[in-house]
């Protein structure tokens, strides 16, 4: 338990996307099993200082994937939070059903978080105020989708595995939250098939890390040899001038791999940025711009 919290504490003062952390994330970073990880949560050391996001429905066990860790204190915190809404939103929505009715977001959760996460989310969407990865379509009965769900390849572009379908979304302007497509800034680069728009490196960032993040679990950790991947366009000098940019607005971050958990390829490797004498190879978003 004591090495629990005080990996719950690194992780909040991390912010954004590390806190709270899943499950399954806090198993990998204490280096413990599944089984370990759950069993200290329910000691009566942890009942009231740790919090599961999700209550345990009769016999079935919370998915540790989609199970959020936090210490108790800061439930309200988290219920207001972009980390809650994303992770709910991703446990509800299917490929065939990608878009979510507002009233099914808050199933699942503790009753305490549950009630607060719903209030939060009403206030949201009332105050048109979601996170940019987050689209919403308002009416009796509003829908909430992931934004890179909502645009289509083109129709002369060649099928790619599902790990990586929306890298798509990327390559073709989004429309912002008044109808209009999204403008080219720095950084922009030439979207494929006659009279496309251009979309901001920002923008095409975020949605191929959205992809490989869902793809791999919502870990929040997506190597850049893969990022690098969705974007084969991007020369690397523009790539990581453009992520430097992203890093400085506190949009991302960048971590070594500690070789635990998963053996760097070399060409994952080769992928990385050294900095101070560490190779990063790791990206993470933050939500505390």
């Known amino acids: 338990m004591p090495k629990l919290l005080g ?10 996307a590390s806190y709270p952390p899943t499950l399954e994330r806090l198993t990998e970073l204490t280096g413990d099993t599944l089984a370990v990880t759950s069993k200290a949560l329910t000691t009566k050391e942890a009942k009231g200082r740790v919090l599961l996001s999700r209550a345990p ?18 439930l309200e915190a988290i219920a207001q939070s972009d980390r809650l809404l994303e992770v709910q939103l991703q446990s509800a929505r299917t490929a ?18 549950s009630r607060a996460f719903k209030a939060a989310l009403d206030q949201r969407i009332a105050e048109r105020r979601l996170p940019r990865t987050i689209g919403a379509l308002l009416g009796k009965k509003p ?3 992931f934004v890179a769900d909502a645009v289509l390849p083109a129709a002369s572009a060649p099928a790619r595995p599902a790990a990586i379908a929306t890298d ?6 989004a429309p912002d939250g008044a109808g209009n497509a999204i403008s080219s800034g720095p950084g922009t680069s030439a979207a494929s098939g006659a009279g ?60 070594p791999s500690d070789g635990r958990h998963h053996q760097m390829a070399e060409a994952e490797r080769d992928a990385g940025i050294m900095e101070a004498g560490n190779l990063l190879v790791y990206v993470a978003r933050r939500d505390d711009a």
Do not use: C, M, W
């Open 7 to 16: 990996v719950l504490e690194s992780q909040r003062q991390l912010g954004g």
């Open 168 to 173: 798509g979304a990327a390559r073709r302007a």
């Open 57 to 74: 429905g009769g016999k079935k066990k919370p998915a540790p994937g989609a199970t959020l860790v936090l210490l108790a204190e800061d």
């Open 196 to 255: 496309a728009p251009d979309i901001s490196f920002a923008d095409r960032f975020d949605a191929a890390f959205s992809s490989l993040d869902r793809a791999s679990g919502r870990l929040n950790y997506v190597t850049l040899h893969a990022l690098r991947a969705a974007l084969p366009d991007i020369p690397r000098a523009t790539f990581d001038a453009e992520l430097g940019a992203l890093r400085r607005q506190r949009r991302y971050s960048l971590d």
């Open 143 to 145: 829908l909430l989708f």
């Open 96 to 113: 065939d059903a990608p878009a979510v009715d507002l009233a099914q977001l808050p199933k699942g959760l503790l009753p305490a978080l």
